[in-house]
């Protein structure tokens, strides 16, 4: 952001809401910066971060700072996660910005009832390990999406709604990703604490194996049938899912479960789009298998969240930034901010410079 007042300029500068600068300024001192009034330097000021409830170590980010003597805040969500998930806390609320910036992934769209999710992954393992006698092929980011992944199969095998599975992790950064999960039982929510409780017990758990070497991750292509093998990276424009994909994606025994986002240019986002062919390693591979986006089980917020975690403001910030997200759904969000919370909003296009905002104001 530039600033709004020359430097050297004499001239003082007072927010609108002065009465609410007055009560931030009692109420967060700690987090206030001294600044020489009229410097073009950016004030100097202090961040907090809040749980964004999106995968392990996310966070929502309060930023204070001061400019020529004026106290601003600024919000910046990140991936905000979807409330009431397993194994993460929900979003915390936030209740004051002067600027917000929000991401949109899933800014105009639903994701399917939970239920209803747990029943779509279910159908489909059944389906393709026990009726069909193929592979499921799992592609999940490392973190997050991996640990989510095996905490549904983990307790949907205890519960006895699934039948046990031979699951193999197949991304050593997803293997460390999840013996660090499993050291920070604190930032769980109850349910999955209890879960991991079975887990130590050795209560109905599914075969699970993490490969390590490269060796052990090319012998998964022997395997031909009752194996679900989870893989990074998510969006399958690397790592060695692409190895799985080559070997399954013609086998029409087999399925595919994308369990995230998949974005425009991406390998997954053919796949999931009904390309009846794709490139991997050169090769013109046939799609027969399955593809299936069960989108129920993104980490991400949808439209409803998003809402849901806006209306927790207890005034409008000055402005809001929507960003983060197509331009269909970045667009979604901004007109359902500004028609049912009265906000004002803009989508900012790529390399935007925006000016200080005019909710300041100079007296001179």
Not at 152 to 157: A, D, G, P, Q, S
Request: charged share 25%.
């Amino acid at each position: 952001m530039q600033n709004a007042v020359p430097s050297g300029s004499a001239e003082r500068i007072r927010c609108r809401r002065c009465t609410r600068c007055r009560m931030r300024a009692n109420a967060c001192s700690r987090y206030e910066a001294s600044n020489t009034t009229g410097s073009s330097r950016p004030g100097s000021g202090c961040a907090r971060f809040r749980d964004a409830g999106h995968i392990l170590g996310s966070a929502i980010i309060e930023v204070w700072v001061t400019e020529y003597g004026y106290p601003t805040k600024l919000v910046f969500s990140g991936d905000l996660g979807q409330p009431g998930r397993p194994i993460l806390r929900d979003p915390t609320p936030i209740e004051d910005a002067d600027i917000l910036v929000i991401e949109s992934t899933y800014g105009n769209r639903q994701h399917k009832d939970f239920s209803a999710t747990e029943e779509e992954m279910i159908g489909i393992v059944e389906k393709t390990l026990f009726e069909r006698g193929g592979n499921v092929i799992v592609p999940a980011f490392a973190v997050g999406r991996t640990q989510e992944v095996l905490y549904h199969l983990h307790r949907l095998t205890s519960e006895g709604r699934l039948r046990q599975p031979r699951v193999f992790v197949d991304s050593p950064m997803a293997t460390e990703a999840t013996r660090i999960t499993r050291e920070h039982l604190e930032l769980f929510d109850e349910q999955a604490t209890r879960l991991a409780g079975w887990h130590a017990r050795g209560e109905n758990l599914p075969y699970l194996h993490f490969t390590e070497s490269a060796e052990e991750s090319m012998a998964l292509n022997q395997i031909r049938s009752g194996a679900i093998i989870i893989s990074a990276s998510g969006m399958c424009d690397a790592g060695r899912i692409r190895h799985h994909l080559r070997h399954n994606l013609p086998r029409k025994e087999c399925s595919v479960l994308f369990s995230g986002f998949q974005a425009q240019g991406t390998l997954g986002r053919q796949l999931v789009d009904g390309a009846a062919r794709v490139r991997i390693f050169g090769d013109d591979i046939p799609v027969r298998a399955a593809i299936h986006s069960v989108d129920g089980l993104s980490a991400h917020a949808d439209q409803t969240a998003l809402m849901a975690w806006a209306r927790g403001f207890k005034q409008a910030p000055e402005q809001t930034f929507v960003v983060h997200g197509e331009s269909s759904a970045a667009q979604a969000l901004a007109e359902l901010l500004q028609q049912q919370l009265g906000w004002q909003v803009s989508v900012p296009e790529h390399g935007r410079v925006v000016p200080w905002p005019d909710f300041l104001v100079v007296e001179r």
